[in-house]
Structures are given as C-alpha cells and as structure tokens.
C-alpha cells in the first residue's frame, strides 16, 4: 500500500504526525505500507511556488490513497487567487476525479457535553453526509470579477451535469444501502434550475435502488433540521457548495469539528483523506490541535481505499477507547477529563492500539 503524505498548512504537520505514528503501528504489525511525504498548500507555495507542486500530484497520482492535513495560513491570504492553499486543494481533488465526498457525523457519547446542542438532541447522531466535490459554483465558468456599468461585479456559475449528479448519487445510494436505508437529497430546487436537474437526475437514479427511500429537502430548511433535529437524517446527500456549509454545521453536532474525518473517492475509491476541519493557524505549533480526525481518516483510508474493515475498526475503536479513558485535546475539553496536547492524544491512541 503506498500511500502518499501531504501535511500541508498550520496545524496540518502536527496532525498528520499523529497518524503517522498509528501507521507504524501497522507498519510493525505486518501491513506493507510505504509512505512518501510531499508539500501542498501554502507549503507548496514555500517550496515550489505552486500550491500543487508538479511532484506533488504525480507523487498522489502513483499512490494508492493520499492523507492530506489541512492548508492554509494568513501568510498567503494577499497572494493571487491561483496561488492560495485552497487552490492546491481544489486542483487535487479535480485532478484525482474525486467527485464523491463522504463526512460522517458522529457522536462518542462521552463528548455529547462537548456540543453546543443539548445532549438530548445530538445523542445517538451517526449521520452521512456525502457531498459532491468536483463540480458545482466551485469549478462552473464563467467566473470572475470584471467591471461592467462602471463598477465591479463578481460572479461565478453553479452548473451540474446528469452525469456528475448521477454518479455521486449512485454512491450516496450504495452507502444508504449498507446504513439505514434512508436517503435525503438536499438541493434548492423552489429557485435553482441546476437543483432542479439535480433533483430529477436523483430520482432516475433511485429507481435502481427501491430499497432505499428517498427523500428531499430544500437547503435552508436542512440547515435548520440539522439543528432541530438531527437524528431524523441517516444519509444525506448535496452539492459541493450545500455541502462544504452543511458538514460544517453537523460537525459541531458532534462537539468539535476536530473530531470529523473525511473521504474523498473518485471512481475507483482511490481516495483522498483528511480531516474535515482547516489549518486552524491560531494554534499553530503549539501541540493544542485535536489529530482524532486525521487518525479516524485514516481508519477510513483502511475501509473506503484498501477494504481493510478490520484495520478500519482497530483504529476506530483505539479512538473510541481514548474517549473512554477521558483523554482530551483542548476542543472537547470538559470537567474532570484528562487535558492532553496533540501528541499525547496521538501517543494514547498508538497505546489503545
Ligand atoms: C472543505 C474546505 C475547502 C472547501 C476549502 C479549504 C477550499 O472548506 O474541505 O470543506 O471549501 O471545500
Ligand atoms: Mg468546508
């Protein structure tokens, strides 16, 4: 298994290192893994001046799966648009055709304290969200900012084809099979015709799947359920915009967003994983970030890329075990827990392992 490394940006090294150390664990268990590192973001930036260095994707592309922390950084918030860290992002998520995003929301019972949400709202979330990733507002042309009437206008273009709605759909529908059956498909189809197209394309596609029932649920009405009622969702699944805000507002379900893994698969789950949380440059290098998200990404990398379910479960419950045993980073800290820094919490789940 190759498997290729991009830290990227602020906290990004601190949580990867995390997951590296449970990789050794499995490396010195016997599982023939190879691990090659390379810069992105604004890291790339530094080193290449390209926030997708050329060696960098070619590095991705030969390997079976690609872990990501996060980019990012104030540092480069003045450069030009092609040049930010988000940009190195976006193109590999492009690059890679990984169109089908999956972020689960799910809650330890022992941190439901940690959420915003009363405890009796958010117990028991297990919740899916897969969000499309390749197309939408994000990659549509025309975009820009030009002037017109003698004065600046932005725009940009959110545009969906049949054939990326119904191959995102068919993953969000497999997914609903192997869970509770249950799908919503979120869009804003009362005002936008590409949601529109979205909505008949998903209803096509469910006719492959009659087990699966199928609902829909404009986007600001989901955003409000999400709060008000969180455990009416089993698998939900939306655009690349929708989504991006969507699993934001579900990770605080789960008490931090520091909690929440994420892959990213194309057509053939190759994947890209990572937390879903960004580069957080507040506290940057100063061992405070939780790793739990990119140590349960890469139980997902174990489940989604190499259909290794029981590697999957061995880190996932090495996380769950850590929660138990009351250790906590700074973001779920709660009264009477054990406060650990970044690496102690990576040490404590190499030691639950
Ligand atoms: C995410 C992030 C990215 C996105 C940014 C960093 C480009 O918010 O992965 O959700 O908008 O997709
Ligand atoms: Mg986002």
Redesign the pocket.
């Known amino acids: 298994m190759k498997i290729a490394v991009l830290p990227g940006d602020g906290i990004g090294p601190e949580i990867v290192a995390q997951a590296l150390k449970v990789l050794d664990v499995l490396k010195r268990d016997g599982i023939a893994i190879e691990i090659e590192q390379a810069p992105i973001g604004g890291a790339g930036y530094d080193a290449a001046g390209d926030p997708l260095p050329e060696a960098t994707l070619s590095l991705a592309r030969e390997a079976d799966a690609v872990l990501l922390g996060a980019?990012?950084g104030p540092q480069y918030d003045r450069l030009e648009r092609p040049l930010r860290p988000?940009q190195g992002?976006?193109r590999i998520r492009k690059a890679l055709n990984l169109f089908a995003n999956l972020r689960p929301a799910l809650l330890y019972p022992e941190i439901a304290t940690a959420s915003t949400l009363k405890p009796e709202v958010v117990a028991g979330l297990d919740l899916m969200i897969v969000r499309e990733l390749t197309g939408d507002v994000y990659f549509g042309q025309p975009r820009g900012i030009e002037v017109r009437n003698g004065e600046r206008v932005g725009y940009n273009t959110m545009i969906y084809s049949e054939s990326e709605i119904r191959r995102v759909a068919r993953v969000a529908f497999s997914i609903a099979l192997k869970r509770s059956k249950k799908l919503c498909s979120v869009d804003k189809a009362n005002v936008l015709e590409c949601s529109e197209l979205w909505r008949q394309v998903v209803i096509d596609v469910s006719k492959d799947y009659p087990e699966v029932e199928l609902s829909h649920m404009y986007v600001d009405n989901a955003a409000m359920q999400l709060i008000r009622n969180p455990r009416q969702f089993d698998v939900i699944v939306t655009g690349n915009i929708f989504g991006?805000i969507l699993?934001d507002e579900a990770s605080m379900l789960s008490g931090s967003i520091g909690m929440l893994p994420s892959a990213s698969l194309d057509e053939h789950n190759k994947g890209l994983y990572e937390p879903?949380h960004?580069s957080a440059p507040d506290i940057a290098g100063r061992d405070l970030a939780n790793p739990l998200a990119t140590i349960l990404s890469l139980a997902m990398m174990f489940k989604y890329t190499f259909d290794d379910a029981a590697t999957a479960e061995r880190i996932e419950n090495a996380v769950k075990t850590v929660i138990a045993q009351g250790y906590r980073t700074a973001d779920i800290w709660t009264p009477g827990c054990t406060r650990v820094s970044c690496n102690q919490m990576g040490d404590a789940v190499v030691a639950a392992m």
Do not use: A, K, M, P
């Open positions: 980019v990012g988000e992002l976006l991006d699993s879903i960004g």
